[in-house]
T-cell receptor
Framework: GESVGLHLPTLSVQEGDNSIINCAYS??????FIWYKQESGKGPQFIID?????DKRQGQRVTVLLNKTVKHLSLQIAATQPGDSAVYFC??????????????FGQGTRLTINP | NAGVMQNPRHLVRRRGQEARLRCSPM?????VYWYRQLPEEGLKFMVY????????ESGMPKERFSAEFPKEGPSILRIQQVVRGDSAAYFC???????????FGSGTRLTVV
């Protein structure tokens, strides 16, 4: 289930199950969104991105859904594996000009895969 | 392609000393971004630079912090007179002009004792 810890919200799922990580963004003018995965002691790693003119994009085992009406972003991970255990961050681009990026990150969700 | 290179990986400084963090962007990337991350928290934007220009420094503390990205060499994040509250992981990212999406380095973990 999902719970809120002292700092990061935590989601625990069984290996092989699907997981959904949610994110609310703040700026209705944001035109680009990214999900990053961060393992302990490492830098953020790109997972998948989506532009604001789309509402769904699929990658390998991952799907990002964008609901602009309620400013909500979700990351779905299919058939989770132990290596999926990490902190997941959504980010929105608040840069004002094309190519002038300023990614603002959400709080993050810690995903734990139980064997 | 070596990716975004940050050094040192770990840096220990005494209060009052200076910390210099270096970032070499990916080959062909002309935009550099610095972020700070406290334990169990998200990444906070600090500054966005292009070669020899600071584009957006809205996340930089007003005092003691500075950043540069010279024509030659890596980008440098400089923290003068460090205090314990500066202890954090500092991440650098780079991107190509006109292309969305960052690539992050592995970070520098600064500890102020």
């Amino acid at each position: 289930g999902e719970s809120v810890g002292l700092h990061l919200p935590t989601l625990s799922v069984q290996e092989g199950d699907n997981s959904i990580i949610n994110c609310a963004y703040s700026n209705s003018a944001s035109d680009y969104f990214i999900w990053y995965k961060q393992e302990s002691g490492k830098g953020p790693q790109f997972i998948i991105d989506i532009r604001s003119n789309m509402d769904k994009r699929q990658g390998q085992r991952v799907t990002v859904l964008l609901n602009k009406t309620v400013k909500h972003l979700s990351l779905q991970i299919a058939a989770t594996q132990p290596g999926d255990s990490a902190v997941y961050f959504c980010a929105e681009n608040m840069g004002q000009d094309q190519g002038a990026q300023k990614l603002v990150f959400g709080q993050g969700t810690r995903l734990t895969i139980n064997p | 392609n070596a990716g975004v290179m940050q050094n040192p990986r770990h840096l220990v400084r005494r209060r009052g000393q200076e910390a210099r963090l270096r970032c070499s962007p990916m080959k062909g990337h002309s935009h550099v971004y610095w972020y700070r991350q406290l334990p169990e928290e998200g990444l906070k934007f600090m500054v966005y630079l292009q070669k020899e220009n600071i584009i957006d420094e809205s996340g930089m503390p007003k005092e003691r912090f500075s950043a540069e990205f010279p024509k030659e060499g890596p980008s440098i994040l400089r923290i003068q007179q460090v205090v314990r509250g500066d202890s954090a992981a500092y991440f650098c990212a780079s991107s190509q002009a006109g292309i969305y999406g960052y690539t992050f380095g592995s970070g520098t973990r600064l500890t102020v004792v």
